[in-house]
């Protein structure tokens, strides 16, 4: 029997992987940036990230950036392995755990990680939603790499009736994203500390992913907008001017400059 669930798993992930690659071609997808090189599409992309993005919207990410040397976590519920099979056809690094349930296996296999970015959904698998646990932020601290938030949104998805109203792009439709600007978190935190930082990024994430679904919900052009293609780095990418990144609400620019002790990078940006 548990063979049999092995391979039923692996088709059902490959159907879904065939699905997105169809599905997304339908689907006008569009990004603005507060430092373009964040993407590991742009041609200067070199430094490892931490990407965190809320488990509702874990498909852009999935279908838009396979073979880009990244890695995630999929859960090691019942569908995680389904989940798994579309992303290694998607040409994603694959590894099993949560960042709450089975945290510590998890977060010590990412530790080892040394050559991949890695990919957080910090609400996942179980929630609550859009509430962040401390897993991502212990993991860009010690392995000293940038905290990155990325909020996305479509235009009037389907939702489903799970925890997180998982999200699904209407054919035909916009889906936009707002990467936050990457952000280094210190080496050593007390509980206070990481309790206070845990705080700051989910803020920081909540208002990144209202700014990508109201961009999403309207017609509008946003100044330094690019399209995002399938694992390639659009045309005048490179030619990003910083004048155009988006800015961030004084509350977060003040809360990353009273946790630092100095001028926020967020609020240059």
Request: aromatic share 10%.
């Amino acid at each position: 029997m548990r063979l049999k669930s092995s391979n039923l798993n692996k088709s059902l992930g490959l159907t879904g992987a065939v699905i997105a690659k169809w599905w997304r071609r339908t689907i006008e997808w569009h990004a603005v940036y507060f430092d373009p090189t964040t993407d590991t599409v742009h041609p200067s992309a070199g430094r490892r990230n931490v990407f965190i993005g809320w488990h509702e919207y874990t498909l852009m990410p999935i279908i838009l950036r396979g073979n880009r040397n990244m890695l995630a976590l999929a859960s090691d519920h019942g569908d995680g392995e389904i989940i798994s099979e579309a992303m290694r056809h998607l040409k994603w690094g694959v590894t099993r755990g949560s960042t709450t349930r089975g945290a510590t296996t998890a977060l010590l296999r990412l530790l080892r990680e040394d050559r991949r970015h890695l990919n957080l959904t910090p609400d996942g698998p179980q929630g609550p939603r859009r509430t962040m646990s401390a897993g991502p932020i212990f993991l860009a601290s010690k392995l000293d790499l940038p905290l990155v938030c990325v909020g996305y949104g479509y235009d009037r998805p389907w939702r489903m009736r799970s925890w997180d109203r998982f999200a699904v792009p209407r054919p035909f439709s916009r889906a936009r994203a707002v990467f936050g600007p990457p952000l280094r978190i210190p080496s050593r935190l007390d509980r206070d500390g990481l309790e206070n930082y845990r705080r700051f990024f989910e803020n920081l994430l909540n208002w990144l992913t209202e700014e990508a679904e109201t961009w999403a919900e309207s017609r509008e052009h946003r100044a330094g907008s690019l399209p995002m293609l399938f694992g390639e780095a659009p045309a005048g990418m490179s030619r990003w001017n910083r004048s155009s990144a988006p800015k961030l609400p004084d509350s977060i620019a003040d809360a990353w400059a009273a946790l630092t002790g100095k001028t926020s990078r967020a609020r240059a940006a």
